[in-house]
């Protein structure tokens, strides 16, 4: 963990390792994509629609994921005192947002022709919503005070504090009467859903998280620089 908080080391591992994760996630989602649009089957009750699917889920599984290492990241910053940390987790929260607000969107098309509406204050839904509050407030807080060391601290407080919404959105189906359908790919029985559904919706998720990682490593780079570049101007500054 020490070795990763040489700012230095961390630069050379996101220039070393960013390509890679973009050429994965290039072969990746299109390989994703075909198998989604093309050699999947329409469901017998969806009809076309369940193609949503295929971006819906892994759009919301990468949702959590991103917040539970932004509140991991956040936690490390926070008792080992490693600036990296609140930088990784300040580099993720834009793109969990983004994972988020593309969960809720895909959540709504596809809820019109099944459900018949746009929006319902389902649980699940709701719990989603809340999340990407959340991670607007992280992103907003994080930038609120003049001294960047106090509105990190504050962000990532916030970000532990909201990770009790997790686990709330995935036991919410269980929990409570939703309309939204229970698990089917992560759950004890083994995935209720077809191998030629599965297969898709699994090569899209190994997409939308090396994206992640791409998009991840190339903002903490830059926030790395970044830094580095505002203290060189400090020093200029102060002679």
């Known amino acids: ?32 994509l075909f198998l989604a649009l093309i050699a999947s089957p329409p469901d017998y009750q969806q009809g076309e629609s369940v193609r949503i699917m295929y971006v819906h889920v892994p759009a919301a599984w990468m949702a959590l994921f991103c917040y539970s290492c932004m509140a991991a990241a956040s936690a490390v910053a926070l ?4 600036p990296t940390a609140e930088l990784a987790a300040k580099a993720t929260a834009p793109i969990g947002a983004c994972f988020t607000f593309l969960a809720l969107v895909t959540g709504s098309l596809w809820g019109k022709p099944m459900w018949g509406t746009w929006w319902v204050w389902d649980a ?23 001294d960047p060391a ?18 709330v959105i995935k036991f919410s189906v269980d929990w409570w009467n939703t309309l939204h359908q229970p698990a089917s790919v992560v759950r004890a029985g ?6 030629s559904m599965l297969a ?5 998720a ?10 991840m490593l190339l903002r903490l780079k830059s926030e790395i620089l970044a830094g580095k570049i505002r203290a060189i ?3 200029r500054m102060h002679g």
């Open 233 to 235: 101007q400090l020093r």
């Open 206 to 215: 190994v997409a939308f998280t090396c994206y992640y990682l791409w998009v």
């Open 1 to 32: 963990m020490h070795a990763l908080a040489n700012p230095s080391r961390l630069v050379r591992l996101a220039g070393t390792y960013a390509p890679w994760c973009a050429v994965a996630t290039v072969v990746t989602l299109a390989a994703g």
């Open 190 to 195: 083994g995935p209720a859903i077809d191998a």
């Open 124 to 146: 699940r839904l709701t719990s989603v919503l809340v999340l990407f509050f959340l991670y607007l407030g992280y992103i907003a807080l994080s930038t609120a005070f003049d």
């Open 200 to 204: 898709p919706l699994l090569v899209m």
């Open 79 to 82: 008792i080992w005192r490693i």
């Open 150 to 167: 106090r509105g990190s601290r504050a962000a990532s407080i916030l970000a532990l504090v909201g990770f009790v919404n997790v686990p």
